[in-house]
């Protein structure tokens, strides 16, 4: 199992409906959010790959508009979420 896969586990098991849930948007962005932390991470050290750049753009706007449906539709979960990743102050 490599690091992906575990901290895909990790954020079904904290925010998932179920064991097998990877669809449900709290957990859509629970994902997003790890890779966007990989990604920032990568562009620190290579600040000149464009390609990754836009690459981590598309993430976070993808993680906006989940979080935008989140808070449309579940306010409760929306809070709980952000509480748990620590996404807002």
Known sequence: MNSTESKTRAAVGALGYHEADTGS??????????????????????????????????????????LAYLKRTKPAKYREVVASLGLRK
Do not use: F, W
């Not at 464009?50 to 706007?61: D, E, H, T």
């Open 25 to 66: 948007s709290g957990v859509q962005i629970a994902i997003l959010t790890e890779k966007i932390r990989d990604l920032t991470e990568h562009m620190k050290a290579h600040h000149k790959d464009y390609r990754s750049q836009r690459s981590l753009r598309i993430l976070v706007s993808r993680r906006a508009r989940h």
